[in-house]
């Protein structure tokens, strides 16, 4: 199985900063064939089921507010909140949908400081 | 707009089989461009995929539940469903089913989610 890591394992921004996420999987992730990462991000909001932020390791859900960006490729991977918001108080996951078992990283909560 | 609706017993005792199924709404589970999937979150813990399938019947498993598990589809009803045999305490998780990314394949992101189902695995 492709084990994904994630830190930091929590974060606390103010209001209006900076959050980063970063994402590691155990083997290359990106598929030469079409030139993709297989690689989403999903935000979780107590009570909610995980919501779809960002695939292809880039490419923003549509309605998804442009301060959430995804980089990366291969095995590193970042999810970066350019300003934070109260409403982006969340768990933050990382998946790879590269190859079965699809696997998911553990989480990080970003809270407000 | 796409509704996923899980439903199915919120009490399963040990040993016994979990079934679950979801009825998806305002699209149709036979188009043949989307796989479906089940994933499941232990309390407070994080999220296992457990396995997925399209409409034609084709289903991927996760193998570590593979020997337990059956995904089967309905499009008669636009439903599919999740059956775990021998449930233990470990079972103990609010499942969710989904929609992947459109693509024809397997391997696309998980688009639209269910709201999840509790379900408690005790005597």
């Known amino acids: 199985d492709i084990v994904m890591t994630q830190s930091p394992d929590s974060l606390a921004v103010s209001l209006g900063g900076r959050a980063t996420i970063n994402c590691k999987s155990s083997?290359?992730?990106?598929?030469?064939?079409?030139?993709?990462?297989?690689l989403a991000w999903y935000q979780q909001k107590p009570g909610q089921p995980p919501k779809l932020l960002i695939y292809?390791?880039?490419t923003r859900e549509s309605g998804v507010p442009d301060r959430f960006s995804g980089s990366g490729s291969g095995t590193d991977f970042t999810l970066t909140i350019s300003s934070l918001q109260a409403e982006d108080v969340a768990v933050y996951y990382c998946?790879?949908?590269?190859?079965?078992?699809?696997?998911f990283g553990p989480g990080t909560k970003v809270d407000i400081k | 707009q796409l509704q996923l609706q899980e439903s199915g017993p919120g009490l399963v005792k040990p040993s016994e089989t979990l079934s679950l199924t979801c009825t998806v709404s305002?699209?149709?589970?036979?188009?043949?461009?989307?796989?479906w999937g089940w994933i499941r979150q232990p309390p407070g813990k994080g999220l296992e995929w457990i396995g997925s399938?399209?409409?034609?019947?084709?289903?991927y498993y996760n193998p570590s539940l593979k020997s337990r598990v059956i995904i089967s589809v309905d499009t008669s009803k636009n439903q599919f469903s999740l059956k775990v045999r021998s449930v233990t305490a470990a079972d103990t998780a609010v499942y969710y089913c989904?929609?992947?990314?459109?693509?024809?394949?397997?391997?696309?992101?998980?688009?639209?989610w269910g709201q999840g189902t509790m379900v408690t695995v005790s005597s």
């Open positions: 399938i399209y409409y034609s019947g084709i289903t």
């Open positions: 305002g699209g149709s589970i036979s188009s043949n461009v989307y796989y």
């Open positions: 083997q290359s992730i990106f598929f030469s064939s079409d030139n993709k990462n297989y």
């Open positions: 998946q790879q949908y590269y190859t079965t078992p699809f696997t």
């Open positions: 989904a929609r992947h990314n459109e693509g024809q394949q397997l391997y696309e992101a998980l688009h639209f």
């Open positions: 292809w390791a880039s």
